[in-house]
């Protein structure tokens, strides 16, 4: 019979609709219930990619002794992390604070005043890897609150504590950004760099694409040391397992330090950076094996993850058929008998493949060497070379394609949705690809149209239902892309809604007394404490980004009460980054633009003349991290942006703007002249 979680859109509490655990959703009527009945809670936060999230569901959360206990002696509540990730960082900072780790699946236990007063991660069955059996917990647990509960309320009030007062950001003292921080950090994340198999840390791999695309900035700015460690990092990563070379995309992270086996689930997220990485990567480098890789992360999203409404699914699964990678790999004999000799001995070439294998007797199919590599060994022509590793890998993905399909998690959040939606303005804009432009103006009308909604924005939406109210990171990151949108195709319907999400921005989630961000808004009432997470993660965090949006705000508008605000934010957090600037990577971006000497173009044309492509043709010869754009024709009805107001045509021909503060060079009307002027900056 199906519980309480019938009703919820999340394809992860989907999952747990049928189980005999009588499960509720966070929300007022599982919280009545545990005050009401005077019994602990249990906390499940997971997502629907994670595999020891169904490991620990078909061992405990399906199994009817086991959910006996649960629903005799607890009230019982599971969460989808990625819809509500403050409640995913409270809690798993509480069991961070208890155990030493974290992880998923979260199981926590709270007071009915949802106080957390012990939890872990993992529980098996039966006691193995050093853990008791999550039946005994639940024993020993519900044992200690019926007797005497006095111990596990002091326990969790010392907890609350800790928690609520680990807020890391200083209230601003007047001090002034340090010049030298960004540079000097930069060279902290060359120094632990891994030079041998690329990337940063041990075993698992995370791809970390956002300390890529901060190295990638100071490489632009000149460092070559930057661009070295850019390059060898992307290298490394697209010819690992990690990527999969038949369908596109990236899988989550390497269970190795070589990138050969991943951790099979993709997950939206992660691509829209990577892609981003190896987009700037290629404009960086020139190498075409990072323009042919993000161009196949963005094809993948886009054939994959696509919803026909616009908007971009979160995640597929790493399991199928109950196996963790099951559709990514081969046997040997299986790519022997589909392929012909010649294909095969090619693929054998070109890809790590052996009779035993690479993954516990199947093969994941990886470079072995660059293209470059294998056509001067092979003594082929380019376009014979091409043409035949099209033909394996079109005839592998059909074949593929046909097996029992990883489930997908077909949920969209708003902010990976806007870190999609950058990505391909800016593949769009630097690849003077139009579908990609299409796609991207796509996702900007679905977020536009589905998620800002009578003005407030929302974090999810699921076949046509929007739920939850969107959070710091949602709100910034769709600022930053509506941005990067404009300057693709400069159409000024993605600007007007700016202003409105920057006021928002501020009145819902600015600490004035702390000169800082809350990652909530003051409409999620029922948490412990407002979490204000400062550090990057998989993501940028959220102030991080709101503070980039604010100095990228000023720059279009000229209101430098948004800079000046920014900048007291930064100086505020400065102290951390010295500390640890491996947590910090996207904040020392948003440094880096903030002392920058940030250049605006303003681009205009006769009303009645067509626009002269030649002039965005050199604004889009390469990526200038310090330069904002803004374009559009001429006329004294329309309502231009601050950035274009007062510039007008000069003898009736487009006519380029070069300022800085809004303070212009002398306009130039030529192609030859604006190209210097941009060579100049």
């Known amino acids: 019979m199906p519980n309480h979680l019938i009703h919820e859109t999340s394809p992860y509490l989907l999952q747990h609709a049928n189980n005999p655990v009588d499960w509720y959703p966070w929300g007022e009527d599982a919280l009545r219930k545990a005050k009401e009945e005077g019994k602990p809670i249990f906390l499940s936060i997971g997502y629907s990619a994670c595999h020891w999230c169904h490991v620990m569901e078909k061992e405990s959360f399906e199994n009817d002794e086991t959910a006996k206990i649960l629903n005799e002696k607890y009230i019982n509540i599971k969460i989808d992390r990625e819809q509500r990730p403050d409640l995913d960082n409270i809690y798993m900072d509480a069991v961070i604070a208890i155990t030493g780790q974290g992880g998923w699946p979260l199981s926590v236990f709270l007071t009915p005043e949802l106080m957390p007063f012990y939890g872990g991660t993992y529980y098996p069955p039966k006691p193995r890897f050093g853990l008791p059996s999550f039946n005994e917990v639940l024993f020993q647990i519900s044992k200690i609150w019926e007797n005497d509960n006095?111990?596990?309320?002091?326990?969790?009030?010392?907890?609350?504590?800790?928690?609520?007062?680990?807020?890391?950001?200083?209230?601003?003292?007047?001090?002034?950004?340090?010049?030298?921080?960004?540079?000097?950090?930069?060279?902290?994340?060359?120094?632990?760099?891994?030079?041998?198999?690329?990337?940063?840390?041990?075993?698992?791999?995370?791809?970390?694409?956002?300390?890529?695309?901060?190295?990638?900035?100071?490489?632009?700015?000149?460092?070559?040391?930057?661009?070295?460690?850019?390059?060898?990092?992307?290298?490394?990563?697209?010819?690992?397992?990690?990527?999969?070379?038949?369908?596109?995309?990236?899988?989550?992270?390497?269970?190795?330090?070589?990138?050969?086996?991943?951790?099979?689930?993709?997950?939206?997220?992660?691509?829209?950076?990577?892609?981003?990485?190896?987009?700037?990567?290629?404009?960086?480098?020139?190498?075409?094996?990072?323009?042919?890789?993000?161009?196949?992360?963005?094809?993948?999203?886009?054939?994959?993850?696509?919803?026909p409404a616009g908007g971009f699914y979160s995640s597929i699964d790493a399991d199928s058929e109950g196996i963790e990678g099951n559709f990514y790999t081969w046997s040997f004999e299986e790519l022997r008998s589909n392929l012909s000799l010649d294909e095969f001995h090619f693929l054998t070439k070109v890809y790590n493949i052996s009779e035993e294998g690479n993954f516990g007797g199947k093969v994941i199919l990886q470079h072995q060497k660059s293209h470059l590599e294998a056509i001067l060994e092979m003594g082929l022509e380019n376009d014979v070379f091409y043409s035949k590793l099209e033909n394996i890998r079109l005839k592998l993905f059909q074949l593929r394609s046909k097996r029992i399909h990883p489930a997908l998690d077909d949920k969209i959040l708003t902010s990976w949705n806007a870190l999609t939606l950058l990505s391909f303005a800016e593949a769009a804009r630097y690849l003077n690809r139009p579908d990609y432009l299409i796609v991207a103006k796509g996702i900007g009308e679905f977020l536009l149209r589905e998620m800002l909604l009578d003005g407030n924005l929302f974090r999810c939406w699921r076949q046509g239902k929007t739920r939850i109210n969107a959070y710091l990171e949602d709100y910034s990151a769709l600022i930053l892309a509506l941005y990067a949108l404009y300057q693709a195709d400069f159409n000024p319907v993605w600007l007007n809604k700016i202003d409105l999400l920057i006021q928002d921005l501020i009145s819902l989630f600015y600490d004035p007394d702390l000169t800082s961000f809350f990652d909530t808004s003051n409409h999620h009432k029922e948490l412990i404490y407002r979490p204000k997470n400062l550090r990057d993660n998989v993501i940028p965090s959220g102030s991080a980004m709101a503070v980039y949006a604010l100095i990228l705000h000023a720059a279009f508008t000229g209101n430098d009460n948004y800079r000046n605000l920014a900048e007291k934010i930064l100086s505020g957090v400065q102290d951390l980054i010295k500390s640890d600037p491996y947590g910090f990577p996207f904040w020392l971006q948003a440094m880096d633009l903030a002392q920058a000497d940030i250049k605006q173009v303003a681009l205009v044309w006769p009303k009645h003349k067509q626009k002269d492509p030649r002039f965005f043709d050199i604004i889009n010869s390469m990526y200038r991290p310090n330069l904002i754009t803004a374009a559009g024709p001429f006329s004294s009805s329309l309502k231009l942006p601050e950035l274009l107001q007062g510039h007008s045509p000069i003898d009736n021909l487009m006519t380029a703007y070069v300022c800085h503060g809004f303070t212009c060079k002398q306009p130039v009307t030529t192609v030859e002249e604006f190209s210097r002027m941009i060579d100049d900056i």
């Open 150 to 307: 006095r111990e596990i309320i002091r326990t969790s009030e010392r907890l609350f504590r800790h928690l609520s007062n680990k807020i890391e950001v200083e209230t601003y003292s007047g001090q002034f950004m340090d010049p030298s921080l960004v540079s000097r950090s930069a060279k902290a994340f060359l120094n632990h760099y891994d030079y041998e198999n690329g990337g940063w840390g041990n075993a698992p791999k995370f791809p970390l694409p956002i300390n890529i695309l901060f190295l990638t900035d100071q490489a632009f700015k000149g460092d070559d040391s930057c661009k070295g460690v850019v390059k060898h990092a992307l290298m490394m990563m697209c010819r690992g397992g990690m990527y999969d070379i038949l369908g596109g995309g990236f899988h989550r992270y390497s269970t190795d330090e070589l990138w050969l086996i991943p951790h099979f689930e993709k997950m939206l997220y992660d691509n829209a950076q990577l892609s981003l990485a190896y987009l700037r990567g290629y404009l960086l480098t020139g190498e075409d094996e990072f323009k042919n890789t993000c161009e196949g992360i963005l094809n993948f999203m886009s054939i994959e993850l696509r919803d």
